[in-house]
């Protein structure tokens, strides 16, 4: 079950890479939110007591509820509520639309997404010893969304861009964190939230400050600290 | 004592938050300093009163003498800052921001040097990302706005693959549910080596980025040309430190498991590549404070290039981490005066500092003679042991290398620092009286740094520092 909603996962990757508008970016960030907390529902070898298939109501006990508190704090409420609303509101503030200028045009952009989200799918094919101890098509698609955020971060203009597609680079490293066969110590969940913290209020304030000092978000005004003056 | 460092800065922001004084901004910071070095130096000679039971930050042989710096550091720092800041026309508001700022900063690098935790070591690195970026932002202009994005940007990729490292340092653990330092390294022989391979190689470059290791270290010149000068001082002199000491607790992992020549090949790369890349910008820089950016980045290269050469370069790196952390940041401190009184940053466009201010003057040579290791500074000593190792290793053209690139490096900085010392002084530059505050933190870190590059009594320290390297 978890393989279909970790599919979808790497496919809207592709579509944030093939497509220019903020809106559709954020979009996509809520559906990944969703997605992310289904793939914990449904798929978390350390908590399946979640799974519809073999949920028994005597089974739940306060550590369970506990988890499921974590998880939804981490995936709906941050992920799919307070970042979305958090980035709309700097669209409205700012407004921008779309970034139009990205170095390479929107076609070669699926094919190069698309050609990386292929790979991912041959690395959780891959027979390796080493892959015992992980769940593979978790660990080839994430590594495929970290290594597509990163790119779409070079070829992208506007620091908006940048700024989801960090986000994006996060969902990547949380899914990765779920491809552990075991359970990750609590420190770790703290971490995401903070580095979350980071990308949302930092990152956010920044685009606000660089909007007024320079009246839009390119990333080419940004360039003008040189080691040669 | 580790609590009182940990809890205070809280209550400090606290105070700062309700009390609406334009002077208690300075006196909390140097109250805090004050309070960091008589409990450092309590806890380093084992005096410690009243603490709290807990797991999470305790102090060990090597963690101490990190703490340590961090506490002189930040003590000549807020000394300096109280003159520095004075003139300073910010609304009440900003100020205490950069007093929030300032405290939670120091708070989120005590933290991390202090955890025994893997993964609080790398939420307070976090930490200290999200504390420093207003205080480079601190000026508000076009250019400290640039150099602010730069690095929450690319520090916070570097962090997020270093979770990444974490993560894959996780899978290699097999069924070890902890990532305190004490249970890695006791059982790091069972890891899975290549999950512990590459989860090192994502911790490396990802620290390395906060550590200002090439190539992943471009916000660093942009960032300590546009802070503050003191906060230039903390930034150089403290905040690589505490990652450099994340790195060599992974790097413990990497020896403990026997898989450290490979970390080796790995931390040598990015140290020759460190010095490699400061050898080539600072020999044409115009800007002197983004020139001593540079000598961070390859003083850091150095650090890693020590590390990787085994005990003895391990034992000479942790005296360059400190000789380097003193003369630095009196340099910085030093180039905050150099602006006070010039309003410019450009090397070409100031001479003559030694006739127009000649205490200014003076430092800035001393600071320099310090940092490019000439006897009696501290850091002769480290960079001699490197080199002996290095024959001794029958490494040679390594060592031939690593000097080639000291010798440019010492040449750039020296022809920058030799044409604004000296010289005919500017008439259009108006005499400006500066206080005894804004000398004296300099003095003493010079002081400290060729006294004991004259004599060095923290062998033993230093040599339980470096047990398990």
Redo the contacts between chains.
């Keep these: 079950m978890e393989n279909i909603f970790i599919i979808l996962l790497g496919l809207s990757m592709i579509y944030i890479a093939s497509t220019s508008r903020f809106l559709a970016h954020i979009n996509m960030l809520i559906a990944q939110g969703w997605l992310l907390f289904f793939i914990c529902m449904t798929g978390l070898p350390s908590e399946n007591w979640f799974n519809i298939a073999s949920f028994k109501l005597t089974t739940v006990n306060i550590e369970h509820i506990i988890t499921l508190f974590v998880i939804i704090v981490e995936t709906l409420f941050v992920k799919a509520i307070l970042i979305p609303i958090f980035l709309k509101k700097v669209l409205n503030n700012t407004h921008a639309h779309r970034d139009s200028a990205a170095n390479i045009p929107h076609f070669y952009a699926l094919v190069i997404s698309s050609t990386v989200l292929f790979a991912g799918f041959m690395i959780a094919n891959i027979q390796f010893p ?1 892959f015992e ?2 769940s593979p098509l978790y660990f080839g698609v994430s590594v495929s969304i ?1 290594v597509i955020s ?1 790119w779409l ?1 070079t070829i992208k203009h506007t ?1 908006l861009s ?1 700024v989801i597609s ?1 986000i994006t ?2 969902n990547g ?1 949380f899914l ?2 779920l ?2 066969a ?4 609590i ?2 969940n ?3 939230l ?2 979350i ?3 949302v209020f ?2 956010g304030m ?1 685009v606000k ?2 909007n007024t ?2 009246k839009d978000l390119e990333v080419s ?5 040189k ?3 | 004592m580790i609590s009182l460092i940990l809890i205070f800065p809280i209550i400090a922001c606290l105070i700062l938050f309700l009390v609406k004084k334009r002077a208690l901004q300075n006196s909390v910071i140097f109250l805090y300093s004050l309070i960091h070095l008589i409990s450092t130096i309590c806890l380093c000679a084992n005096i410690n009163p009243f603490d709290i039971e807990q797991n999470f930050f305790a102090l060990d042989g090597l963690n101490k003498i990190f703490l340590l710096v961090l506490s002189i550091v930040f003590m000549a720092f807020s000394i300096y800052n109280i003159e520095y800041m004075k003139d300073d026309s910010s609304s009440i508001k900003k100020l205490k921001r950069y007093g929030y700022a300032v405290l939670l900063f120091v708070l989120s690098m005590t933290g991390a040097i202090l955890s025994t ?1 893997l ?2 070591t ?2 307070f690195i ?2 200290t ?2 504390a420093s ?1 207003y205080l480079i ?1 601190f000026h ?1 202009t ?2 400290s ?6 690095y ?2 690319i520090c ?2 570097g ?2 693959l270093a ?2 490292g ?2 894959l340092l ?3 653990t ?2 070890l ?3 305190f330092y004490e249970d890695l390294y006791n059982n790091a022989r069972f890891f ?1 080596e ?2 512990l391979k590459l989860s090192f190689v994502f911790i490396l470059f990802g620290i390395g980025t906060k550590m200002g290791l090439a190539p992943v270290h471009f916000w660093l ?2 960032a300590h ?2 802070s503050p000068s003191p906060v230039s001082a903390m930034l150089s002199a403290t905040l690589l430190n505490s990652a450099f000491l994340m790195i060599l607790n992974v790097y413990k992992i990497m020896i403990a498991a026997n898989t450290d020549n490979y970390a080796k090949i790995l931390l040598l790369a990015m140290g020759f590549l460190s010095l490699f890349i400061a050898a080539v ?1 600072v020999y ?4 002197y404070k ?1 020139m001593l950016a540079y000598s961070s980045i390859e003083n850091m290269g150095i650090l890693v290039i020590g590390t990787a050469l085994g005990p003895i370069g391990m034992f000479a790196s942790i005296i360059h981490l400190i000789g380097h952390s003193l003369i630095k940041a009196a340099f910085f401190l030093t180039s905050g005066n150099i602006l006070k009184i010039y309003g410019t940053k ?1 090397i070409n466009s100031i001479s003559g500092i030694l006739s127009t201010d000649k205490k200014t003057g003076w430092l800035w040579i001393l600071s320099f003679i310090g940092i490019t290791a000439f006897p009696p500074s501290i850091l002769f000593i480290s960079e001699f042991f490197i080199i002996k190792t290095m024959i001794k290793n029958g490494q040679y053209i390594m060592g031939i290398f690593f000097l080639l690139l000291l010798t440019i490096v010492l040449f750039g900085i020296g022809k920058a620092v030799i044409s604004m010392s000296f010289g005919n002084k500017s008439e259009k530059i108006e005499q400006v009286k500066m206080s005894w505050l804004m000398y004296f933190p300099q003095i003493i870190l010079l002081v400290i740094a060729f006294g004991i590059g004259i004599y060095f009594p923290f062998s033993e320290t230093i040599e339980k520092a470096v047990i398990g390297f």
């Design positions: 080493a101890l992980i970290i990163l971060i620091v940048n960090f680079m996060e490293i990765l964190s491809a552990v075991k359970e990750m110590p420190i770790v703290l971490g995401v903070l580095d913290f980071i990308a930092i990152l920044l400050e660089i000092e320079f005004h940004l360039s003008d600290l080691d040669y003056e | 935790n993964g609080l790398w939420v976090e930490a990302t999200l970026a932002y508000k076009k250019h706005i640039e150099a602010a994005w730069k929450v940007f916070s990729i962090i997020a979770f990444v974490i993560i996780t899978i290699s097999g069924n549910n902890s990532l899975n290549f999950w010149p942009d040309a546009q910008f044409h820089i115009n800007n983004r450009k």
